[in-house]
């Protein structure tokens, strides 16, 4: 006969770590839906454990702030958006083109998740700071543009000078063109309305601001 699991054993625990897990992504997933409807800024914990059921002492068997909460979200989100940049990128030629399909990927997720990319790139909760380990995936996402970045130095498409600076400036051009399309477009999809299709056009613009090597006259 097999062995029968006693009372309080492995699979009782792992059922009970099973079924927390799973209330935390029900919280998390609810923050994000007040965090939509009422704003980043707007969440609370009394909100969260008013549509969970419960009280709101509930909730710190979880998370022991709403800080905690932003930065479990923080990390949810940086996390979804490196995988999609990533594979994105990886689908495209080595050097701009993997630059740029990248980060229209990433709009597009932007703005399919409007209020976690407001947590993630933008300052809507002045004194949320997040933790290295939910700002750790926002680190690795820098690395895979500034290697791109690097890619196109190698292949000519970009002058050296892109090596110090270009991804700030990339940045920036992929920000903006988010800024404003959330503010005035927010329902509009990627690559729709005024302002998300000028992203491309603009990372045309690169090789002006970092022009490649001429190459040198024959004799």
Request: hydrophobic fraction near 45%.
């Amino acid at each position: 006969m097999g062995a029968t699991a006693e009372p309080g054993g492995p699979q009782r625990v792992d059922r009970r770590a099973r079924r927390r897990q799973e209330t935390i992504e029900e919280i998390l997933d609810i923050a994000t839906d007040v965090m939509t409807e009422q704003g980043v800024n707007g969440l609370t914990l009394a909100e969260v454990a008013r549509r969970l059921g419960v009280q709101t002492p509930s909730i710190y068997k979880y998370f022991p702030s709403i800080m905690a909460v932003y930065d479990a979200l923080f990390l949810r989100g940086q996390s979804e958006h490196l995988e999609v940049l990533r594979e994105a990128m990886a689908g495209g030629e080595p050097g701009l083109d993997a630059l740029t399909v990248g980060l229209e990927a990433s709009g597009r997720w932007a703005l399919r998740n409007q209020a976690l990319a407001q947590l993630l790139f933008w300052r809507p909760v002045p004194s949320f700071e997040p933790s290295a380990e939910a700002f750790a995936p926002s680190e690795e996402m820098v690395g895979l543009q500034q290697q791109a970045i690097v890619d196109a130095v190698a292949a000519g498409q970009l002058g050296p000078e892109a090596l110090t600076d270009a991804v700030f400036l990339v940045s920036i051009l992929i920000k903006g063109v988010l800024t404003q399309a959330m503010a005035n477009e927010p329902d509009v999809e990627w690559g729709h309305g005024r302002f998300t299709p000028t992203f491309s056009r603009l990372m045309r613009l690169l090789p002006a601001a970092y022009p490649p090597p001429q190459p040198r006259p024959k004799r």
